[in-house]
Structure formats: C-alpha cells, structure tokens
C-alpha cells in the first residue's frame, strides 16, 4: 500500500545547474500530476500525464522546465540552467483516471532551494 | 479578478467553537470542488467533495452556492487537531483544477 513516493525529500542546489526530480505514483494509477508551490501560495500546476494520451505541458512557466514519464509510471521533472525563482517545494500527485473529479493522491514534495 | 479566493486567515478559533471560511470562484462553468486539508510542511489530503446539494463528513460541512459562485467549509466543535490550511479547489471547463491558495485556521486550547 504505497503512496506516492518523491525524491529528493530536499534539494539545494548552485544557479545554473540543472537538477531532476523523481515522482513514483501509486501502482496502477494512470494520472499523474506536477505542481509547484511556493511559501504562502496556491499550487501551480505545471504538467499532466494521462495514460499514453501526450502530456498538458501548458503550466511550464519556461523552456527550461521538461517532463517524461516513463512506462506509464515513474515521472522525472527536469529544471534546466535553475534560477532563483524556482525555489519551491515541488509536489506530485497521482490518480486513477485522471477525470478532474476524482481524489488526487501527494507525494510530500521535494523542496528545492536554488543559491 | 482570480479565478478563485480565499481568505488567507489565520482564524484564530478557540477549541470547540464553530468556524466557517468560504472560497469564491469566478469561472461560472465550474463542474466540480473540493476541500483539501494541507498541514504545515506537509502535502495536501482530500477532505472532502463538494455537492451541489451540500454534504457533510462529521463535524465537517461543505456547501455550494453557485448564484454566488462560492463554496464555503464549515466546522463544528473545533479540534486541536483541525489546525490547518484548508485548500478550496475547482474543477474548470478544461478539466483542468484551480487551487485557492488556502485559508489558515488555527485552533487554540
């Protein structure tokens, strides 16, 4: 009965490297979510997979943010040439269908820092 | 305006009362919300659906009004444990979800 698993749990990192982080959704669920939230605010969706449909990348604030998902299961997020901006705690979350109205289950994050 | 508020709180409540925070929407085609219960430093949990003819989990009711376009939570007989930051979320008609940014509620002994 595992969750859904993130690693890094924490990630500091220099401006200008590029860092990936892992997302393992819970077995079987063939929706799988990318957020990002900032101290204080809302999360900020950032990329959608659904089965083998192609992937909603359209809350990718830059270029320089990627996503695959491999398998139909594990998910790497790629920040590349990192900015200071991007500091937040980056959140997956996995569900069955994927349908929008059906329960979205978290990982506990990874909270990136970038110096 | 955004596509969806909240008061950011704290609500400061002592243990036992009753608490009520609303979240406004403003995409009129919303199908579907919730309530997420997010606790400090730790990620968001499904408290509950919101139906349109309202429901209640327990001490915890949720209402929709759509004339208004807001969902409101409501908490009877507050715990400690009900310290948190409640997360209204929307379903829009990209079937895409919205997420408020959350209101902090903060029981006190």
């Known amino acids: 009965g595992a969750g859904v698993s993130q690693s890094p749990s924490n990630k500091v990192t220099e401006k200008g490297k590029d860092v990936e982080l892992r997302c393992d959704p819970i077995s079987g669920h063939t929706a799988l979510y990318w957020y990002r939230q900032s101290l204080g605010q809302g999360l900020e969706f950032l990329i959608y997979f659904q089965g083998n449909s192609a992937p909603d990348k359209s809350g990718l604030p830059s270029d320089r943010f990627s996503a695959e998902r491999t398998g139909g299961s594990v998910s790497t997020l790629t920040i590349q040439r990192t900015q200071q901006e991007d500091s937040a705690v980056y959140l997956c979350a996995s569900s069955l269908w994927g349908q929008g109205g059906e329960k979205l289950f978290f990982g506990s994050g990874t909270q990136l820092s970038v110096l | 305006r955004k596509e969806v508020e909240q008061d950011p709180g704290p609500f400061n409540v002592p243990e036992g009362a009753t608490v009520a925070f609303n979240c406004t929407y403003s995409n009129s085609a919303s199908q579907s919300f919730f309530w997420y219960r997010q606790d400090c430093r730790k990620e968001p949990k499904l408290l509950m659906s919101?139906?349109?003819?309202?429901n209640e989990d327990g001490r915890f009711t949720a209402q929709l009004n759509r004339a208004s376009q807001y969902i409101s939570l409501l908490i009877r007989d507050s715990k400690l444990s009900d310290s948190a930051t409640y997360l209204c979320?929307?379903?829009?008609?990209?079937?895409?979800?919205?997420w408020g940014a959350g209101t902090k509620l903060i029981i006190k002994p």
């Open positions: 919101v139906y349109s003819s309202g």
């Open positions: 979320v929307f379903l829009d008609s990209n079937y895409q979800l919205i």
